[in-house]
């Protein structure tokens, strides 16, 4: 579905300490799903994707997990750092005989404290 | 190897006047899309383009909107007669054609529109 203008929710974390971001998605049917993260200023930059057939992928301290039961996804980021401070989206991607559009979440604003 | 490249970075404008965003894909890349936001929300689809063709503008308003990705140059958002209600980031992205990869969008840093 599409997002609301609502402030955005914010996790307060500790440097250092693992963070988790949620995610529900609306389409059973996207293929692909997507977490960016969006700093300050500039554009959503690519984090890690999952495809539907999988539940969970790793990259480089972050680890995405779906939940296609109760359409679920989430991020979890380890050893979180202060450069990490920004807001996060998830995005899925309806299937349509070709990748058109992306779907956005609302978003949730990580704020990392030394 | 530069990313997606928008310009300009900031647009000031006048109610009444003429916007017009421009968009250089990455490298390589055919596939582009416009999405708009406004503060504290995500993104939101405009349009797909692929080069000289049109292929989704199911969110783009049908008046004073447009867009273009021409064989040669940039893609164009050109929006018409703006009012305050335009003011937001539109942000562009671009993707490969194929293989494995081709579903994922790359962004640019945006431009920010403020009518006045």
């Known amino acids: 579905g599409e997002s609301v203008g609502l402030h955005l929710p914010t996790l307060s974390v500790q440097e250092g300490d693992n963070s988790i971001i949620n995610c529900a998605y609306s389409n059973s049917a996207s293929d692909y799903f997507i977490w960016y993260k969006q700093e300050s200023g500039k554009g959503p930059q690519f984090i890690i994707d999952?495809?539907?057939?999988?539940d969970k992928r790793q990259g480089q301290r972050v680890t995405v997990l779906l939940n296609k039961t109760v359409k679920h996804l989430s991020l979890q980021i380890a050893a979180t750092q202060p450069g990490d401070s920004a807001v996060y989206f998830c995005a899925e991607i309806p299937f349509s005989g070709g990748y058109n559009k992306l779907i956005f979440g609302a978003g949730t604003r990580l704020a990392v404290h030394p | 190897n530069a990313g997606v490249m928008q310009n300009p970075r900031h647009l000031v404008r006048r109610r009444g006047q003429e916007a017009r965003l421009r968009c250089s894909p990455m490298k390589g890349h055919s596939h582009v899309y416009w999405y708009r936001q406004l503060p504290e929300e995500g993104l939101k689809f405009m349009v797909y383009?692929?080069?000289?063709?049109?292929?989704?503008e199911s969110g783009m308003p049908k008046e004073r909107f447009s867009a273009e990705f021409p064989k040669e140059g940039p893609s164009i958002l050109r929006i018409q007669q703006v009012v305050r209600g335009d003011s937001a980031a539109y942000f562009c992205?671009?993707?490969?054609?194929?293989?494995?990869?081709?579903?994922?969008?790359?962004f640019g840093a945006g431009t920010r529109l403020s009518v006045l």
């Open positions: 992205a671009s993707s490969p054609s194929l293989g494995s990869g081709s579903h994922r969008q790359y």
């Open positions: 999952i495809r539907s057939n999988m």
């Open positions: 383009l692929q080069k000289e063709n049109i292929i989704d």
